[in-house]
């Protein structure tokens, strides 16, 4: 039985099912982890499971080889960057790449912390030069 607790910055949502949705997550101690997440397309979730914001996950699952099931709760949200298209564009194209290049379930806490200083050096920035 696999049972993990982290904090963790929401990369890349897929859906699955009618109101699923599989959810890769990046953290410091477990590297990027994929996990379902029960009704992640519905009204209470949604906003939580933004491209960028950071939550506390706990994570499920029977075996280590089976897909855990995650449950989140919102620590930090950048929601409001979404309204703002180039710091929009950019936590987008930071957590896609993250998504798309780092294996799973390998610790990069140097990667996590730099993910985060960028994430937030885009929310308290006035514009792109202080990026």
């Known amino acids: 039985m696999m049972r993990l607790s982290a904090t963790a ?7 699955h099912g009618e109101h699923g949705a599989i959810v890769r997550l990046m953290s410091a101690e477990q590297g990027l982890v994929a996990a379902y997440v029960r009704g992640a397309r519905g009204r209470r979730m949604r906003p939580v499971l933004v491209p960028g914001n950071v939550v506390q996950a706990e994570l499920s699952a029977r075996t280590d080889a ?8 919102l620590v930090h949200s950048r929601g409001p960057l979404i309204a703002e298209p180039l710091p929009a564009a950019a936590i987008d194209w930071a957590t896609a790449l993250t998504a798309a290049t780092l294996p799973e379930g390998q610790p990069h806490p140097a990667l996590f912390a730099a993910l985060g200083g960028l994430l937030d050096a885009v929310e308290a920035a006035p514009s792109a030069a202080g990026w």
């Open 66 to 73: 089976q897909l855990p099931q995650a449950i989140v709760e």
């Open 9 to 15: 910055i929401v990369c890349a949502l897929r859906a």
